[in-house]
């Protein structure tokens, strides 16, 4: 059983267009991370959402937190074939990080 | 910063042996490390979680035994892969909790890629 859903698995798309990744779980979660993986190196955090409904930009990227803390979502305005790269989310849960199956993001130039 | 490393960056080894992988943190001190792996085109899976000075917890389906895991300092967490087969090929990564540190703050390594002929 997946703790952690995230769709979509894939998305390639043109530079200049937004997108939308979404991470859904049936559980609620004290606090959701979302990393971002190059292909042959570790995940790297890109935030931390703690409170139901919070949102945090981090320049292109818009994170929100569901308000009952079961799902988050990552926005990104105007992709750039930099943000080319595997987006994870996870979840904290018995003193431990579970991460879901990741979005393989890849856009055109 | 929090830095984490991992040696050897990339091994490869034949079928029958045994490989060590190191993870270490540099700057600060780790009572627990997570040991992760991950196959191509997927996501981290976790395998165990390594407290310092006491025995390693292991994930479900995760052989203890194959995979030996030694939290021996505040700074050094060692996963060996016993009499490895090709199946066992996969990019291991290693992350690190500070000592008193929120469950979601981990910081990871780099990974070490394994290849098993």
């Known amino acids: 059983t997946q703790l952690l859903e995230q769709s979509p698995q894939f998305l390639s798309i043109q530079e200049g267009e937004n997108l939308t990744v979404y991470c859904n779980s049936s559980s609620v979660f004290s606090s959701l991370q979302w990393y971002r993986q190059e292909p042959g190196e570790g995940p790297v955090l890109l935030v931390t959402v703690v409170t139901g409904g919070e949102v945090k930009k981090l320049k292109r990227l818009t994170f929100q937190f569901g308000d009952a803390r079961k799902d988050s979502s990552l926005h990104i305005t105007a992709a750039q074939p930099g943000d080319t790269g595997l987006y994870l989310c996870?979840?904290?849960?018995?003193?431990?990080?579970?991460f879901g199956k990741g979005t393989r993001l890849h856009i055109l130039p | 910063g929090a830095v984490v490393s991992q040696h050897p960056s990339r091994v490869i080894c034949k079928s029958g042996t045994s490989v060590k992988i190191e993870c270490r943190s540099l700057?600060?001190?780790?009572?627990?490390m997570f040991w992760y792996r991950q196959f191509p085109k997927q996501s981290l899976m976790l395998m165990a979680t390594?407290?310092?000075?006491?025995?390693?917890?292991?994930e479900q389906g995760v052989e203890k035994d194959k995979f030996l895991i030694n939290h021996a300092s505040l700074t050094l967490s060692t996963l060996t892969v016993t009499s490895a087969h090709p199946e066992d090929s996969s990019f291991y990564i290693c992350?690190?909790?500070?000592?008193?540190?929120?469950?979601?703050?981990?910081?990871f390594g780099p990974g070490t890629r394994l290849l098993v002929l």
């Open positions: 390594s407290n310092e000075g006491s025995k390693a917890t292991y």
């Open positions: 992350s690190a909790r500070k000592a008193g540190g929120a469950v979601e703050t981990q910081y």
């Open positions: 700057d600060f001190q780790a009572t627990t």
């Open positions: 996870a979840g904290s849960r018995d003193d431990k990080i579970i």
